[in-house]
């Protein structure tokens, strides 16, 4: 591996274990055995590696989300693929050190990591982008644009509060049983009210 290579796997370690705010460049230096000049060169600057780093965390979660068992025997855009997906989802929020505490530390320090939050923000697009092939099928280069703003965007808000519930309550979080049975009562809703 290069200095960039080390320098994002040190940053993902360390967000782990510090979290954006309390991570320094030297700590980011120290775990990754390179030198400050680095950061600066390959990432413009310690936020710019952070949020590239978390962005590759959250990356790395991708096969944790169709399961052990993968999605086979839930028909893309079914009730069955969306509550087993949120269930995955959930599950990678139980286990200690979730990577998805960070994003509560963004939502409530944001303002003191613009950089981070600009680059997060826009990774949210692309983030709702992922998850429609995954809940609804196809390829995720098949997506449209108007498909991420709406039905990928969608997904996101689901999943931050999904991480907020989570970071919050453990105990009363939903799974994907609890959304997948609210979405049901959405869907009867509407059909109900239909002309």
Not at 3 to 24: I, N, P, Q, S, Y
Request: hydrophobic fraction near 40%; proline fraction near 4%.
């Amino acid at each position: 591996m290069g200095h960039r290579e080390d320098l994002l796997e040190g940053a993902k370690r360390c967000l782990l274990d510090k979290g954006f705010v309390r991570t320094t460049a030297r700590d980011i230096v120290r775990e990754s055995g390179t030198n400050l000049a680095s950061i600066g060169y390959h990432y413009g600057s310690k936020d710019a590696l952070l949020a590239q780093a978390y962005v590759a965390l959250v990356e790395d979660m991708g096969d944790a989300f169709e399961g052990d068992g993968g999605l086979e025997g839930t028909p893309p855009g079914s009730l069955e693929r969306f509550e087993r997906v949120w269930s995955n989802i959930a599950g990678t929020m139980k286990e200690p050190g979730s990577v998805w505490r960070l994003s509560m530390e963004v939502v409530v320090l944001g303002d003191r990591l613009p950089e981070v939050r600009a680059q997060l923000a826009a990774a949210q697009r692309e983030a709702g982008r992922g998850l429609i092939p995954l809940l609804m099928g196809g390829r995720e280069e098949d997506v449209t644009d108007d498909a991420a703003d709406t039905l990928g965007m969608f997904y996101v808000t689901l999943m931050t509060g999904l991480i907020a519930q989570w970071t919050f309550d453990p105990e009363s979080a939903p799974d994907g049983a609890v959304l997948a049975a609210g979405l049901r009562r959405v869907m009867e809703a509407a059909t109900d009210a239909a002309p």
